[in-house]
């Protein structure tokens, strides 16, 4: 899995305009990261951006199970496998736009 098929994939999921308004960074650690900067329109979805609102912390597998839906957020984040920083409110209106 490469970070080109995340970035295809989120954009595709968040379309022109997600509604989420802020700019969320995913940290995949030695992968590299992916920021979905939807504090514009159209959403950009990239490598790079600006100073993110939330960072989440996740494995690659890890985050395309939650994108297929096989792993659930809550149980991610309470066991670990999920950590979240800054605003919490944004990572969990994040989740029913993965899904």
């Not at 995340?6 to 969320?24: F, M, P, R, T």
């Not at 066991?79 to 994040?94: N, Q």
């Given at each position: 899995?490469?970070?080109?098929t995340?970035?295809?994939?989120?954009?595709?999921?968040?379309?022109?305009?997600?509604?989420?308004?802020?700019?969320?960074?995913?940290?995949?650690?030695?992968?590299?990261?992916?920021?979905?900067?939807?504090?514009?329109?159209?959403?950009?979805?990239?490598?790079?951006?600006?100073?993110?609102?939330?960072?989440?912390?996740?494995?690659?597998?890890?985050?395309?199970?939650?994108?297929?839906?096989?792993?659930?957020?809550?149980?991610?984040?309470?066991?670990?496998?999920?950590?979240?920083?800054?605003?919490?409110?944004?990572?969990?209106k994040?989740?029913?736009?993965?899904?």
């Amino acid at each position: 899995m490469t970070l080109q098929t995340i970035i295809d994939g989120l954009q595709e999921k968040v379309g022109e305009d997600c509604g989420l308004g802020s700019v969320v960074k995913f940290d995949f650690g030695d992968e590299g990261s992916v920021i979905l900067d939807a504090s514009q329109v159209p959403n950009i979805v990239s490598t790079e951006g600006a100073d993110p609102d939330c960072t989440m912390v996740i494995s690659v597998e890890d985050f395309m199970a939650m994108a297929e839906g096989s792993l659930d957020g809550v149980s991610a984040f309470m066991t670990g496998r999920l950590k979240v920083s800054g605003d919490m409110g944004i990572a969990m209106k994040l989740g029913a736009l993965l899904v």
